[in-house]
Nanobody
Framework: QVQLVESGGGSVQGGGSLRLSCVAS?????MTWFRQAPGMEREGVAA????????FYAASVKGRFTISRDNAKNTIYLQMNSLKPEDTAMYYC?????????????????WGQGTQVTVSS
């Protein structure tokens, strides 16, 4: 099972930027960022396929967030720009082998411990 370690979270004012990183101990076909706000369900934010580089985004972050990868370092990144208070959540990195839809949680075998992102108004 792939081990995942996230970093890069923090507190920022609305309109600001943060960059999250997730280092994996091995290869996974798809790597995805999820987030979970207090009292809310975990939701997919962005995903990237390791071999093709195809990316997917939630509608709420499209145009503001960019997912990228460095396969040589087994690392993915999430560049978050124009942050809004509603982006406040714990962000988790997940790794898996793919499934019908990228945001389906039960297809992911490995999860990181999470990194907190807080956006103030």
């Amino acid at each position: 099972q792939v081990q995942l370690v996230e970093s890069g979270g923090g507190s920022v004012q609305g309109g600001g930027s943060l960059r999250l990183s997730c280092v994996a101990s091995g290869y996974a076909s798809i790597m995805t960022w999820f987030r979970q706000a207090p009292g809310m369900e975990r939701e997919g934010v962005a995903a990237i396929y390791s071999s093709s580089g195809h990316t997917f985004y939630a509608a709420s972050v499209k145009g503001r967030f960019t997912i990228s990868r460095d396969n040589a370092k087994n690392t993915i990144y999430l560049q978050m720009n124009s942050l809004k208070p509603e982006d406040t959540a714990m962000y988790y990195c997940a790794a898996g082998w793919g499934g019908p839809v990228w945001y389906q949680i039960d297809q992911y075998q490995s999860w990181g411990q999470g990194t907190q992102v807080t956006v103030s108004s």
